[in-house]
Every structure is written in structure tokens, then in C-alpha cells.
């Protein structure tokens, strides 16, 4: 055993507090199964230093840009270091949900319908784009195209909310979504090296499924087995893998979805790096086939490249 592992944590993103939760979690976890683990806050230290304090992997904790988007990745690699979680293309294409989408389109996966706009195009908003935003028909989300955590997303039901929406989007991203808002019931489904666990219902007061009920709201409710049927849990594993192999996706991840009222599964993101605190989905999946919280953190760190 007595391997050395590093605990990738915090870092610089908005999720930094998430972040330090989970990667908080996963340390206890790997200390209690004989690890030399250590936790390794990426705000304060070099990446670099890694290697020289010869670390024999690191586990991946981080969320959000600067840790899921490819980029510790292929520092990782060029150190030698293994690591958990996916690698550099299917981190940096999985963070960026407009081009995640076109890759599901791309094998005709239901997606929501959507228009991507980047600051550079932000000045024709108030002619094309603002047409084409209209027909979608509202509600709609508005929200950074690479945000995790639901941060930085505005539900709008008037069009004078818009503006006030799409301003706040920008100050998380350069590049943002405006999609269809689908409803329906919100599902999430982990996968874990290529095994897809039991799906999770999630059941909020909220409107949509948002920050504050997914980290705050004690009303939020999670059920696993979600109530979905035979068939169609069936559909909606075949329609997850098919899913996370087109991204390339590698480890442990989580892909969430909502069925609409005419039973229609559309996917909305990819989660490569899920959480592991007390109220993540990952955990609660895998506890429903019989895997505790740490044989979880051994197989994710079993399954590192």
C-alpha cells in the first residue's frame, strides 16, 4: 500500500469552495485505507513541485476551470504523474457544454435546443441573436457555457430579464448558452469505468435544479431507485454510455438529463470530475449497488491513467 497520493483541491475557480469539500472527503477517505495522502490546494502551490516530492498519483478533486478542463491534466501527464479522471481532450471538450452538444447531435442524441454566443458577437445580440432567442419561447436558461455547479445561471420567464441574464453569464464566462428551458423531471446518472450505476431522481421546491438546491435547500430530495421502470432505465443507460464514450470520457463521471412530459430523455451536461461531498450524487448511486464511500474512492483511484 503506503502509496503517495495528492489530493487536488481548491484551486481558482468559482467551485473552489465545492471543490475543498470534496477533495476534503476523498483525503480522510484515502487515509483511512493506509494511504500517504496529502491535500495539495492548487491556489497556493506549484504543480510542478509534484514530482520532486514524488508523488506516485494524484487524485483529482478540483472542479470547474483549471481542473476539469484539461489543463492540470496535461500537466499531470507531462510529469508523469498518474491521475484520476479524464484525459486532457475529453476534460477540455466535456467543460464546454455547447461543444459537448454537438458531439451528442453528432450520433443523434435529443439535446435542448440552444444559441451559443461569445462576447465578440455580444454587440449583435440586440438584432440577430435576439430573434432567434424569441423563438425559442420562454422560459429560458441562460447560463456560461463552461460553469459547473450551476453557477452563473439565470432562469428567464419575461423578456426584460434577458439583458440582466446574460450580463451575469459573462462574468463567469467569455462564451454563454441560451437554451430552451424542458420541463420535466431532472435525473443523474454516474457512470463508473464504463459501468452505468442506478440512475437518481432529483426532486427540488426550486424551480430548476440550482445552486442553492443543489448546496443549500434542505427540501431537496434525491431518490435512488429513481421510479423509473424497466424500460426505461434501460433507454436511459444506453442513451448515458453512448453519451460518455463520444467524449472519450475516462474513470468516473455523471451526465444528467430530463425527461419532459412526453417521456422523452434529453441530455443536458457532463460532470467528468462529480463531486464527493455528503449531499453528492456519485456516492449515492454507488451506494445503492453496494459500493461504501471508500471502496468508491479506491475504484475511481484504481481507475486513473
Keep these: 500500500m503506503n502509496k503517495k497520493i495528492a489530493v487536488l483541491l481548491g484551486g481558482t475557480s468559482s467551485e473552489r469552495e465545492i471543490s475543498i469539500k470534496s477533495g476534503r472527503a476523498v483525503l480522510k477517505s484515502l487515509l483511512k485505507s493506509g ?18 516530492e514524488t508523488f506516485d498519483k494524484a487524485y483529482i478533486a478540483l472542479h470547474g476551470k483549471g481542473g476539469e478542463d484539461g489543463s492540470i491534466q496535461g500537466v499531470l ?8 479522471g479524464s484525459g486532457i481532450m475529453a476534460s477540455s471538450i466535456s467543460i464546454d457544454k455547447f461543444r459537448t452538444k454537438l458531439l451528442w447531435k453528432s450520433i443523434d442524441l435529443l439535446t435542448v435546443p440552444d444559441i451559443y454566443i461569445t462576447k465578440k458577437n455580444k454587440a449583435s445580440l440586440y438584432f440577430s441573436e435576439r430573434q432567434k432567442i424569441l423563438e425559442l419561447g420562454l422560459p429560458i436558461l441562460v447560463k456560461p457555457n463552461s460553469q459547473g455547479s450551476s453557477i452563473g445561471i439565470t432562469l428567464v420567464s419575461s423578456i426584460e430579464e434577458i439583458d440582466s441574464a446574460i450580463q451575469k453569464a459573462f462574468k463567469y464566462d467569455d462564451n454563454i448558452l441560451i437554451e430552451k428551458f424542458i420541463e420535466g423531471k431532472e435525473y443523474t446518472v454516474s457512470i463508473l469505468n464504463n459501468q452505468v450505476l442506478p440512475s437518481i431522481r432529483i426532486s427540488t421546491k426550486h424551480y430548476f435544479y440550482d445552486y442553492n438546491a443543489k448546496y443549500k435547500s434542505s427540501s431537496t430530495q434525491y431518490f435512488c431507485p429513481s421510479g423509473l421502470n424497466i424500460t426505461q432505465e434501460k433507454e436511459l443507460k444506453k442513451i448515458v454510455i453512448s453519451a460518455w464514450k463520444i467524449l472519450g470520457c475516462t474513470g468516473c463521471g455523471r451526465i ?15 460532470n467528468t470530475i462529480p463531486g464527493m461531498t455528503k449531499r453528492s450524487l456519485l456516492p449515492i448511486s454507488a451506494q445503492e449497488v453496494g459500493i461504501s464511500f471508500d471502496e468508491l474512492v479506491l475504484l475511481i483511484l484504481e481507475t486513473s491513467i
Design 35 to 52: 494511504f500517504q495522502a496529502y491535500p495539495i490546494d492548487l491556489q497556493s502551490y506549484s504543480i510542478i513541485q509534484l514530482k520532486k
Design 77 to 84: 501527464e507531462y510529469l508523469k504523474i498518474p491521475y484520476t
Design 256 to 270: 444528467d438529463v430530463i425527461l419532459d412530459q412526453e417521456n422523452k430523455f434529453w441530455l443536458l451536461e457532463v
